[in-house]
């Protein structure tokens, strides 16, 4: 679930916004008619966050990161662990009606296979070289405002997720094909550009959707993101790309959060127990210009001609 913006999740903020159904225009819970544009973005802010304005709301997801080249069996390489800490504030928008600017923060750590713990090296099987493992720490990854009408005051927002019963979920594929922050600048000429897919599935319960007694619903979430070999991986051009499968939830607080999560944060991010403030207007990070800070400059192989 990262990147939001540029990279990817505005892709799917625009997909939430406009097919899940979006933001609240008050603080506090209120009760929330999906058939309307306003109960849509209400519908939208209690999935992404909270109906009260800078109340922190945490996600988490878990799962497998594996390989696939031509010829081989898929390769179980990691697993893995995510979070995300956010929040939302109303946005008065004028004819657009009032709707919800989410800000947040992530992380995501490549764990041990058979430890479960985060990696500080990893032994390339198909170099034969040991690399050193850069998990990611996006801070910030925001959305731009969602509102229940456009600029005319024409309905947008509408419900697009399907219920069945006392549930609903959703589908939310975004496929990503953008400016490579790691490349030059002839992409378009040469090849080079940053290709993946990112596809989610949401879930909950009606209930705590549009109950005007939550300010908040309770969510589900799964996770596919197919995508080329990670940079730090120094594949150096070899044929083949990532998937990550995973599955996970909103939870209560951050005190829930998984173990060895809450380890990492402490002993390596320990700002990532509170989101940004609501006004936060700091560009976006991606997993991408988060490595290129974390290598300036790039660096020779250590691979050699391998």
């Not at 999740?9 to 916004?17: E, G």
């Not at 225009?25 to 209690?46: F, H, Q, Y």
């Amino acid at each position: 679930m990262l990147e939001i913006v540029k990279s990817g999740r505005t892709a799917l903020a625009k997909t939430m916004a406009a097919a899940l159904v979006a933001g609240t225009a008050a603080t506090g819970a209120m009760a929330v008619d999906l058939s309307t544009p306003e109960g849509a973005i209400a519908a939208n802010r209690k999935i992404q966050c909270s109906t009260e304005d800078n109340k922190p709301i945490v996600y988490t997801w878990e799962g497998s990161v594996f390989s696939r080249r031509m010829g081989e069996a898929d390769q179980r390489m990691f697993g893995t662990v995510g979070m995300n800490i956010r929040t939302c504030v109303a946005v008065d928008g004028g004819n657009k009606g009032t709707g919800y600017r989410l800000v947040s923060k992530e992380i995501l750590l490549y764990l041990d296979p058979k430890t479960g713990e985060p990696m500080d090296k990893w032994n390339n099987p198909w170099t034969g070289t040991e690399v050193d493992v850069i998990h990611v720490a996006n801070d910030p990854v925001n959305q731009r405002p969602s509102f229940p009408y456009d600029e005319e005051g024409n309905p947008r927002a509408r419900w697009y997720a399907r219920n069945q019963g006392d549930s609903w979920f959703l589908t939310a594929p975004i496929p990503l094909f953008y400016h490579n922050e790691l490349g030059g600048e002839y992409q378009a000429y040469v090849g080079g550009a940053y290709h993946a897919t990112e596809l989610f599935n949401f879930m909950g319960d009606l209930e705590s959707l549009t109950s005007d007694d939550t300010d908040t619903a309770d969510v589900k979430v799964g996770w596919v993101r197919i995508s080329d070999w990670l940079p730090w991986m120094e594949m150096q051009g070899r044929e083949g790309i990532i998937y990550i499968h995973a599955a996970g939830q909103k939870v209560d607080s951050y005190d829930d959060l998984p173990d060895v999560m809450k380890r990492y944060i402490a002993e390596n991010e320990p700002t990532y127990t509170t989101p940004p403030p609501g006004d936060d207007d700091r560009p976006n990070e991606t997993s991408w210009t988060y490595f290129k800070k974390k290598v300036p400059g790039g660096k020779l192989p250590r691979g050699g001609h391998n």
